[in-house]
């Protein structure tokens, strides 16, 4: 009996270790976007790799997380070099740097980024999402994970050429499938990290989100790395950049994609900014 008060004491206090070890940390992050899926042009998807990788990171504790993207300095991104020239006019592929930081008591998200060499501050209470729940499991990162739905409005870019046409031929006869207005998301989040976090704007469960799938594997971010180590002096709120709350950057980029579609400079490109 003893023999057995002693195991049972010991189980229960590693696993009370754990979950206080959980309670901050950092969290790895692998995207890997399929390009084929916003390029419809032949040419640019033949010299360019179907997807595109990306690391980001996730630093949290009981106040708050900031989820940015992890430099790629020493990983030269490899679209920048197969962009290719088409009618005078060079794609260009790297992602864009974003940080996002979230006050888990006030429920207020800041989020820096990087545009057509802008940079903006978007603060903004944090965005309910009506999750529908499933009893679905599978293991990421070591960790037990439970599946999530929901629907957002489109984040969409699709890139084309028009073929024969192209952008320098307004006879163009070869369309672009319509933008969809909505998009089915798919997580999976673990309660073994009990703190409602995730990435990107992605929270409101009962735990750490580790994989998000945007429209069936067009744009998926998974869990490659669970550790209670991280930079705690780097989790803070980002201060740089214009500051406005998400409609009015919405708006910013509407009119940003609009001066640049007058002007002749996006070509085929077509975007769609919701979020």
């Given at each position: 009996?003893?023999?057995?008060?002693?195991?049972?004491?010991?189980?229960?206090?590693?696993?009370?270790?754990?979950?206080?070890?959980?309670?901050?940390?950092?969290?790895?992050?692998?995207?890997?976007?399929?390009?084929?899926?916003?390029?419809?042009?032949?040419?640019?998807?033949?010299?360019?790799?179907?997807?595109?990788?990306?690391?980001?990171?996730?630093?949290?504790?009981?106040?708050?997380?900031?989820?940015?993207?992890?430099?790629?300095?020493?990983?030269?991104?490899?679209?920048?070099?197969?962009?290719?020239?088409?009618?005078?006019?060079?794609?260009?592929?790297?992602?864009?740097?974003?940080?996002?930081?979230?006050?888990?008591?006030?429920?207020?998200?800041?989020?820096?980024?990087?545009?057509?060499?802008?940079?903006?501050?978007?603060?903004?209470?944090?965005?309910?999402?009506?999750?529908?729940?499933?009893?679905?499991?599978?293991?990421?990162?070591?960790?037990?994970?439970?599946?999530?739905?929901?629907?957002?409005?489109?984040?969409?870019?699709?890139?084309?050429?028009g073929r024969p046409g192209g952008r320098n031929n307004?006879?163009?006869?070869?369309?672009?499938?319509?933008?969809?207005?909505?998009?089915?998301?798919?997580?999976?989040?673990?309660?073994?990290?009990?703190?409602?976090?995730?990435?990107?704007?992605?929270?409101?469960?009962?735990?750490?989100?580790?994989?998000?799938?945007?429209?069936?594997?067009?744009?998926?971010?998974?869990?490659?790395?669970?550790?209670?180590?991280?930079?705690?002096?780097?989790?803070?709120?980002?201060t740089k950049g214009d500051k406005m709350n998400r409609?009015?950057?919405?708006?910013?980029?509407?009119?940003?994609?609009?001066?640049?579609?007058?002007?002749?400079?996006?070509?085929?490109?077509?975007?769609?900014?919701?979020?």
């Amino acid at each position: 009996m003893k023999k057995f008060i002693l195991v049972f004491a010991l189980i229960f206090g590693m696993t009370q270790l754990v979950m206080a070890q959980m309670k901050e940390g950092k969290i790895v992050y692998e995207r890997k976007i399929n390009m084929y899926r916003m390029i419809t042009d032949p040419e640019m998807r033949a010299r360019i790799p179907e997807f595109r990788t990306s690391q980001f990171e996730l630093l949290f504790n009981e106040q708050a997380s900031l989820f940015r993207t992890v430099p790629e300095d020493e990983a030269p991104d490899p679209f920048a070099n197969n962009g290719g020239d088409r009618g005078g006019q060079r794609f260009m592929f790297r992602m864009p740097e974003t940080a996002t930081y979230t006050n888990l008591s006030t429920k207020i998200q800041y989020e820096s980024r990087g545009m057509f060499e802008k940079s903006f501050l978007i603060i903004d209470s944090l965005k309910s999402i009506n999750w529908k729940i499933s009893e679905e499991t599978k293991t990421i990162a070591k960790h037990l994970c439970k599946k999530a739905t929901t629907s957002v409005p489109a984040q969409i870019m699709r890139i084309g050429g028009g073929r024969p046409g192209g952008r320098n031929n307004p006879d163009t006869t070869e369309k672009m499938p319509a933008l969809p207005k909505e998009q089915t998301v798919v997580v999976w989040y673990t309660e073994e990290i009990p703190a409602s976090i995730g990435p990107d704007t992605y929270t409101g469960l009962p735990g750490a989100i580790l994989e998000v799938d945007m429209d069936n594997g067009a744009n998926l971010t998974t869990a490659i790395e669970v550790t209670t180590k991280y930079p705690k002096k780097e989790l803070v709120q980002p201060t740089k950049g214009d500051k406005m709350n998400r409609a009015e950057f919405q708006e910013a980029m509407k009119k940003i994609m609009e001066d640049m579609q007058k002007g002749g400079g996006m070509g085929g490109i077509r975007f769609r900014v919701n979020q």
